[in-house]
């Protein structure tokens, strides 16, 4: 009935990757979410979207990227998962599209693109702690232990004394800036209580 309406293309793409559950999706199924989430941006052009509002447009097409992000970070094709993130932040702004654009650089190795990521970050919500902790993790990462910058500790510290996450991308940043501090904290009294965070967490 609606062939060109970008929102029943990307309800079709998310059904197709919960079709097999609880079992993992297949590789069929990641190519045909990847095409019917390419023919929700497409869509956004068709005449069926034309009286639709920008704001709405510019979500689809944020949510459109993203997912396209997340289906190549399951298949471990961190350049393509890196440029999709990276477009999705450019159409909308969101944490959740941060945090997954900051995870794939940092999980990736591609550490040239971290400073760029967490001054974005950084400039669209300075007073909270995600930007700060991914800039404590590419120190805590980059750095000898022995040369351990302290601003990185206190930046670490920021997710430290955050509320637990509810986004799972914010979750999966907040768990790895724990498990950072943890490490550094480790044989120390404040260990335990990070551990007993983690597993809070569901790490």
């Known amino acids: 009935h ?15 990757m919960r079709s097999n559950s609880p079992s993992p999706p297949t ?19 068709s005449p069926t979207m034309k009286f639709h509002t920008p704001g709405p447009r510019a979500n689809r097409r944020a949510l459109a990227l993203r997912m396209l992000g997340n289906l190549r970070v399951l298949r471990e094709d961190w350049s ?19 945090a997954a654009w900051a995870e794939v650089c940092f999980a990736s190795g591609q550490k ?24 404590g993790l590419a120190a805590a990462t980059y750095s000898s232990r022995e040369r351990f910058p302290l601003q990185a500790a206190e930046d670490l510290a920021a997710a430290e004394l955050a509320a637990d996450a509810t986004q799972p991308e914010l979750r999966s940043l907040q768990a ?28």
């Open 2 to 16: 609606a062939p060109d309406h970008a929102a029943v293309r990307l309800n079709y793409a998310s059904a197709i």
């Open 27 to 45: 590789e069929a199924d990641y190519d045909l979410a990847e095409l019917q989430y390419a023919r929700a941006l497409d869509a956004e052009d």
């Open 80 to 98: 393509a998962a890196e440029n999709f993130f990276e477009s999705s932040w450019k159409q909308l702004p969101a944490a959740a599209t941060w």
């Open 112 to 135: 040239d693109k971290l400073p760029h990521i967490i001054d974005e970050g950084l400039r669209h919500w300075p007073e909270s702690w995600w930007p700060r902790a991914m800039r």
């Open 176 to 203: 790895r800036a724990l498990f950072t501090l943890a490490q550094i904290e480790a044989g120390r009294p404040r260990a335990p209580q990070l551990i007993q965070r983690l597993e809070a967490l569901g790490t």
